[in-house]
């Protein structure tokens, strides 16, 4: 088992910056792929930004978080990191942070990921 606790979320205005965290315990993940998934209210949960543990290549689905989202990972301590910077409204949404053991188009769906943690809400007001 492993569990995943994501922190960081808030309340900022558009154009703020928040650093969200993922702190991950429990069994060896370092043949994972842990990414950053996020969901708005009635929408799907989208994928954001991820990257396998023990490698450096970054996956994104799109380029609506290009040179605004930075994913960044601190394998000593199995923490990930999404610094969020120029948020607008439309980033409001509760954030994942997912780890499976996923290839190909599965990298985009959150229902192929093995563990996810609680979720943290972060809300741009306008």
């Known amino acids: 088992q492993v569990q995943l606790a994501e922190s960081g979320g808030g309340l900022v205005q558009t154009g703020g910056s928040l650093r969200l965290s993922c702190a991950a315990s429990g069994q060896d993940i370092s043949s994972y792929l842990v990414g950053w998934f996020r969901q708005a209210p009635g929408k799907e949960r989208e994928f954001v930004q991820g990257?396998?543990?023990?490698?450096?290549?970054?996956?994104y689905k799109d380029d609506s978080v290009k040179g605004r989202f930075t994913f960044s990972k601190n394998n000593a301590e199995n923490t990930v990191y999404l610094q969020m910077d120029s948020l607008r409204p439309e980033d409001t949404a509760v954030y994942y942070c997912?780890?499976?053991?996923?290839?190909?188009?599965?990298?985009?769906?959150?229902?192929?990921?093995?563990?996810w943690g609680q979720g943290t809400q972060v809300t741009v007001s306008s």
């Open positions: 997912e780890a499976g053991r996923v290839y190909g188009m599965n990298i985009f769906n959150g229902a192929k990921y093995d563990f």
């Open positions: 990257m396998r543990w023990n490698e450096d290549t970054l996956f």
